[in-house]
């Protein structure tokens, strides 16, 4: 099979010929129809060796979609032929969290780390930027129902992430009958376009999006975005001058630098909340006294569980919420990765190996 391998770290990955697993035990063998190009897919490419604790080589790709093609003797879950989304976060099954259907935190994530066995699919195990990817059990596999896989596999990454953010900053939009709060989205990437459509979907709130292109706040706008400005010095001025000069309720932060959290910071109102979603690295210095809001609520929020994954297919399911995408073939992945590292791609990249679906 082919699949985009990571062999040694800081080089460029490879597509290249793969052995395609036969699954054991309760493992299933997905045959992919889609996976998605993540932003964090760079960070981990461009990772210095031994930052992140997995094992070179192996196959890129935590955002996917396919059908299930055969099962371990004890596996679960759905059958042969099904079509299927993978939950990506990977945990050890057994924790609170885990049994909880949210492996995104796993109690035991550093033991897992320790042991370099990897946390997910392309997250140091073999993962779906491939014709096959195996999953260690059924309990990770959600039947996707008349989801295209295009459409399927971004919701199980940045649709994921970006209603599991929002559900961490609802407590801060205050009750919908009484008011409308606001709610600034900066970066109207893979994950803030689709984030737009969930704060439409399932809040009153005023949407403001931000970013730096203006392609991006053309597609904020087709989401339902209220208001759109590019980053510029007085950008949190004409947030707060939109919320009525209070500040913002809540702000998603999809890009995570220093420069983005200052502006996030500078933008929310005492008592809102921030979500640091993008890993862009940035600081902020959390000190009392300090500049920070009073009662400010901030949240570093990974992923999502899966109930959140169930909901927000739930959402594309009901036509709330339709990721913008550009398909690229398997064989083009170091373009699609190219697109992506320029700033290239409208909404999400997608990887689609059988040509014939490409052309769905
Ligand atoms: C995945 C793996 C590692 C770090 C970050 C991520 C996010 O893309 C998950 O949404
Ligand atoms: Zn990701
Ligand atoms: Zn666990």
Redesign the pocket.
């Known amino acids: 099979m082919r699949a985009v391998r990571l062999t040694h770290w800081g080089g460029p990955p490879v597509v290249t010929e793969a052995e395609r697993p036969s699954p054991r035990g309760e493992a299933v063998l997905v045959r992919v129809e889609a996976a998605g190009l993540?932003?964090?897919d760079l960070?981990?490419m461009d990772a210095a060796p031994d930052a992140l604790p997995y094992r070179t080589p192996f196959t890129l790709g935590?955002?996917v979609a396919g059908r299930v093609a055969e099962r371990g003797p004890d596996a679960t879950g759905p059958e042969v032929g099904e079509r299927v989304v993978v939950y990506?976060?990977w945990g050890c099954g057994r924790c609170g969290h885990c049994v909880a259907g949210a492996d995104n935190y796993c109690d035991r994530r550093s033991a897992l780390d320790t042991a370099r066995t990897g946390?997910?699919a392309?997250?140091g195990r073999d993962g779906g930027l491939a014709d096959f990817l195996l999953v260690p059990s059924g309990r990770l596999l959600l039947p996707v129902g008349a989801l295209a896989p295009a459409q399927a596999a971004p919701l199980s990454?940045?649709g994921?992430?970006s209603y599991h953010a929002i559900a961490g900053i609802r407590p801060a939009l205050g009750d919908p009958e009484t008011g409308t709060a606001s709610v600034a989205v900066i970066g109207v990437g893979g994950?803030g376009h689709l984030a737009v459509q969930i704060l439409r979907a399932t809040t009153s709130a005023q949407v403001l999006a931000v970013d730096v292109r203006e392609e991006a706040l053309a597609l904020a706008a087709d989401c339902g975005a209220h208001f759109g400005t590019l980053v510029r010095p007085d950008t949190a001025e004409a947030l707060r001058r939109r919320t009525g000069g209070t500040g913002a309720d809540a702000v998603l932060d999809f890009v995570g630098t220093s420069a983005t959290l200052r502006l996030g910071v500078s933008a929310v109102r005492p008592g809102g909340a921030l979500a640091v979603v993008g890993?862009g690295g940035g600081e902020l210095l959390v000190r009392k006294p300090g500049a920070l809001p009073p009662g400010l609520r901030i949240s570093l929020p990974?992923?999502g569980t899966r109930t959140d994954l169930e909901q927000v297919m739930a959402l594309a399911r009901a036509g709330a919420v339709k990721v913008a995408t550009e398909r690229f073939p398997l064989s083009r992945a170091l373009d699609a990765i190219d697109a992506l590292r320029s700033g290239r791609v409208r909404g999400r990249a997608v990887l689609v190996p059988d040509e014939e679906l490409l052309r769905a």
């Open positions: 993540c932003g964090s960070h981990i935590h955002e990506g976060p946390t997910g392309g997250l990454d940045a994921l992430t994950l890993s990974f992923w």
